[in-house]
């Protein structure tokens, strides 16, 4: 196996273990996948699995273990990965007219790019290549790049930016807001930013939340426990029924990878 294949592997591994055990897997038809053609800044196209594209190959550092290729576009859909499900807290821009880019703030050759029903991630050793792969970066039954549309998110995302634009009109200030809804200050920022992104037609006619962020947080966690283990179980040690399980984690669907 190519060295390249073994990282590209293990940077995948967080996409399949996000598919659902409970339910079934929402999948991109293969015209729909975004990447950047048979070769891309003098990288040639290395490696395709899981919905995702590898181009170049790379060298392992001496004495470590493994290295990534230097392009690398992974797609899904924007129920299985969104910025509010993912907690990304990044500088957030529009990207080729309404596409919503999110920044990694740790690692600056990482972002997330949210258009219609989908998110492609894209990850670079040079950071610099950012800037290229998003002009370039197109779907399969497109010829090149075109404009790109403005993120679909399943409506218990909308409900949270929701949480932050409703607070915003009676609190003043982040940290108002922040104590308000029991949400960290820099993901109130994050999440404020996001739905000055989308517009105000994106949120009009989403309802409020009724939940608490601690309601959300819990049912998080019952559908994080579907995804490690399965419904029966995590049934059976939160005493309740399958039905009863699966009617609470829809009510977080888009926030867990789960969809």
Not at 44 to 50: G, R, V
């Amino acid at each position: 196996m190519p060295k390249s294949c073994i990282a590209f592997l293990v940077a995948l591994c967080a996409l399949v273990l996000a598919a659902p055990a409970g339910g079934q897997e929402e999948r991109l038809s293969n015209s729909e996948l975004y990447w950047l053609g048979p070769y891309f800044a003098g990288l040639s196209l290395t490696e395709t699995w899981y919905q995702s594209f590898a181009y170049g190959e790379c060298e392992f550092p001496e004495g470590e273990g493994g290295c990534t290729p230097p392009v690398q576009v992974q797609n899904a859909t924007s129920c299985a990965q969104n910025p509010i499900g993912n907690g990304s807290l990044g500088e957030a821009f529009l990207v080729r007219g309404g596409g919503i880019a999110v920044a990694n703030e740790i690692e600056p050759g990482f972002l997330d790019v949210g258009t219609g029903r989908q998110t492609l991630s894209v990850q670079v050793s040079e950071p610099e290549l950012l800037g290229a792969v998003l002009r370039e970066v197109h779907q399969r039954s497109q010829t090149g790049p075109e404009p790109l549309a403005p993120p679909v998110y399943p409506l218990p995302v909308l409900r949270e930016l929701k949480r932050v634009t409703v607070a915003e009109k009676r609190f003043d200030g982040v940290a108002a807001i922040a104590e308000a809804t029991e949400l960290h200050p820099d993901e109130v920022k994050a999440r404020l930013r996001i739905a000055e992104l989308l517009g105000p037609d994106a949120l009009a006619g989403v309802p409020a939340p009724t939940m608490s962020v601690a309601t959300v947080k819990h049912l998080r966690t019952l559908a994080f426990g579907v995804q490690t283990h399965n419904l029966a179980h995590t049934a059976a040690r939160h005493k309740m029924s399958i039905a009863t399980l699966r009617k609470k984690i829809r009510r977080v669907r888009g926030l867990t990878g789960d969809c």
